[in-house]
């Protein structure tokens, strides 16, 4: 059952309900999940980076579930599913550790802990989600996913053909928001070249970091899920996406 946080005296995005709660099991929960973070934490702090990575996440999740259910984009839907709902999760654990005042990844918390003032813009703070869940969780979701299903090997039938084509959807979810907030800034007067720039360039990384990530989770894939050798690997994905999580959330002048 949703949680009815519209109930609750939410006066801190870490009181928020949604963030306490457990793994999903489903697709649908993945999306009804987020649209309780995006909707409890927009409420709270509008601008803070859980809000606004969850509404473009949320926008990425719906995007790949309607690929799914229409049939024809990815040769594996199951797969696809699987991997979505891991994918998902890995956020999700992330944002009950914190919310629990618990051990958060470094990639996270740097996210997380961004001020609700509105320094750093949209994209931003979209961005550097990404950059966490890409650079630090999805090697992992990938490999559980390829376990759980039964694969031989990392890259049996079509799994590498599917992941990619989710980068089409990943770009094209960032340019939508790029072109909203470039939009929002013209229509103030506001300067956007280095606003545009940064879209860019924030484009181009995702697509990097998921051929990164492919990379990452074929060095994990002869590892065992619990091992020192994981961990460690683990622990210096984190440290890379948070040095680059932190780059990216810069005050832009202007």
């Known amino acids: ?11 801190d995005a870490r009181d928020c309900p949604a963030l306490r709660a457990g793994d999903a099991t489903s697709v649908v929960e993945v999306i009804d999940r987020l649209t309780e973070i995006r909707d409890c934490t927009g409420k709270v702090a ?17 995007c ?6 229409a049939g024809g984009f990815f040769a594996d839907g199951g797969y696809l599913a699987r991997l979505d709902v891991n994918f998902g999760n890995r956020y999700f654990d992330a944002l009950r550790a914190w ?5 958060t990844p470094r990639a996270w918390q740097v996210l997380f802990e961004v001020p609700n003032d509105g320094e750093i813009t949209a994209i931003q703070l979209a961005g550097a989600g990404v950059n966490a869940h890409i650079n630090f969780d999805l090697a992992v979701a990938t490999v559980d996913t390829g376990r ?3 694969d031989a090997e990392l890259d049996t039938g079509s799994r590498r053909e599917d992941y990619a084509k989710v980068n089409d959807v990943f770009a094209e979810r960032m340019e939508t928001l790029l072109r909203d907030l470039l939009e929002a800034r013209a229509a103030k007067g506001e300067e956007s070249e280095r606003l545009s720039a940064l879209g860019r360039l924030m484009t181009r990384i ?10 990452d989770a074929t060095e994990l894939w002869s590892l065992p899920r619990r091992s020192e050798a994981w961990d460690m690997k683990e622990q210096h994905m984190d440290a890379v996406a948070y040095l680059v999580g932190r780059s990216l959330l810069i005050d832009l002048p202007g």
Request: charged residues 15%; proline residues 4%.
């Open 1 to 11: 059952m949703p949680y009815s946080w519209e109930d609750a005296l939410v006066a």
């Open 64 to 69: 790949i579930w309607d690929h799914i259910q």
């Open 99 to 103: 919310a629990g005042g618990q051990q």
């Open 148 to 150: 759980e299903m039964g």
């Open 46 to 62: 509008p601008e803070c980076g859980i809000a606004q990575f969850s509404e473009l996440y949320l926008t990425i999740t719906q």
């Open 206 to 215: 995702v697509t990097a970091a998921r051929q990164f990530a492919w990379e």
